[in-house]
Structures are given as C-alpha cells and as structure tokens.
T-cell receptor
C-alpha cells in the first residue's frame, strides 16, 4: 500500500545513546515532517523539509537533527537521548502546495514509540 | 503564533446518536485550512475532513460535517449516527495556505457506548 513508512515502531534507549528514526514515502510528495506526540499536548512539529535539499526547524527542534536523504526519505536523529524525548514520533508527508487535491493534506505514518530510560 | 484549542478532553456518545466536538483557533490570517484528524488505538493519524477558510459552505464527508464560524474562529466537528469504530482521539488542526506547519490542538478522546 502506498503511504508513509516509519521504522522502528518501538525503541528503548538509555540516556545518552543515539538513534535514527527512518521515514520513507512513496507518493512522490515534496514535503516531509517529523512530529512528536505527548499526552495532552497534541502533535508538535520538530522539523520539516519543504522540498528535497531543504530542512527547517519547527516548534520543538532542540535535541534533534534531520536529513532529507532524497525525495522519498527523511530521517530524524537523536544524538544524545534524554528522558524528555520519550514520546511517540510521527513522520508525515504532503504534496507541494498548488498541486491538485493533495495540497495541504498530510499523510501520516503509523508512529514510532520511543522510551528513554 | 497560531494556537488551536480543544476544550473537551473527553466526550462520550451512545451508538447511533450525534456528537459535536469543539475546536477554536487563534490567527490573524485570512487564508488558511482547518482539519480534523482521527487517531484510533492503532495510532495512525487519519484525515477526517478539511475546510478551506475562503469557503463559506461547511464541509461534509458522509456522517462527518463541520460548523465553521470564521468570525468566531470556531471549527466544530459533528458526527452523526455514531458507530463503535468512531471511538478514537480526534485532533483539530490549522495550517496556513502558504505555510508548511500544521498546528494541532490537544485532542478530544471520543468514547462510543453500545
């Protein structure tokens, strides 16, 4: 099925360890996003990439880095994990603004639950 | 900065009944989009309905409809003939027409009683 694929689905880390969350979409979307979801706070944008080769900070970028490897893939890296980064992470993508129908609608992955001890 | 507020942390509805979820937002812009997303226990975010701010007509998708009040900055979701499969977290979201950031509310957990 076409869509957004995230890996891994679950991960447990110790404080100070590093890891990378992978995201890939096969819908030929230009824009990709990383959100985190914490109880009672909805989803907050960490970083986004409006197009291949560009990345921008969102609302809560501290402690994270991203790489837009190509049009399909957008990874999120935690260099030194902290307990405050325990969360559920969602990758999403959207068609470029101005295209028919898909503009402004985000398609989300299934989420990755990260626990930092 | 734009903010989105969902004042109902939890709502409950009897199967086959109608329920309305509230959402208000704050913006100084005139062109924007509003969305309702559903998140079932599987955690995947599913688009339910969207509304373009320039359209006066309220959006409708089968049993789901919105009441968009632009002047009041209100965007409520009405679910008719509620089904057990409607039980989920519902998030209201806002996005500028020219922007890339989707701003979410805190969510409303909807429970459907058989």
């Amino acid at each position: 099925n076409a869509g957004v694929t995230q890996t891994p689905k679950f991960q447990v880390l110790k404080t100070g360890q590093s890891m990378t969350l992978q995201c890939a979409q096969d819908m030929n979307h230009n824009s990709m996003y990383w959100y985190r979801q914490d109880p009672g706070m909805g989803l907050r944008l960490i970083y986004y990439s409006a197009s291949e080769g560009t990345t921008d900070k969102g609302e809560v970028p501290n402690g994270y880095n991203v790489s837009r490897l190509n049009k399909r893939e957008f990874s999120l890296r935690l260099e030194s994990a902290a307990p405050s980064q325990t969360s559920v992470y969602f990758c999403a993508s959207s068609a470029h603004r101005g295209t028919v129908s898909g503009a402004n609608v985000l398609t989300f992955g299934a989420g990755s639950r990260l626990t930092v001890l | 900065a734009q903010t989105v507020t969902q004042s109902q942390p939890e709502m409950s509805v009897q199967e086959a009944e109608t329920v309305t979820l509230s959402c208000t937002y704050d913006t100084s812009e005139s062109d924007y989009y509003l969305f309702w997303y559903k998140q079932p226990p599987s955690r995947q975010m599913i688009l339910v309905i969207r509304q373009e701010a320039y359209k006066q007509q309220n959006a409708t998708e089968n049993r789901f409809s919105v009441n968009f009040q632009k002047a009041a900055k209100s965007f409520s979701l009405k679910i008719s003939d509620s089904q057990l499969g409607d039980a989920a977290m519902y998030f209201c979201a806002y996005r500028l027409d020219a922007g890339n950031m989707l701003t979410f509310g805190g969510g409303t957990r909807l429970m459907v009683k058989p």
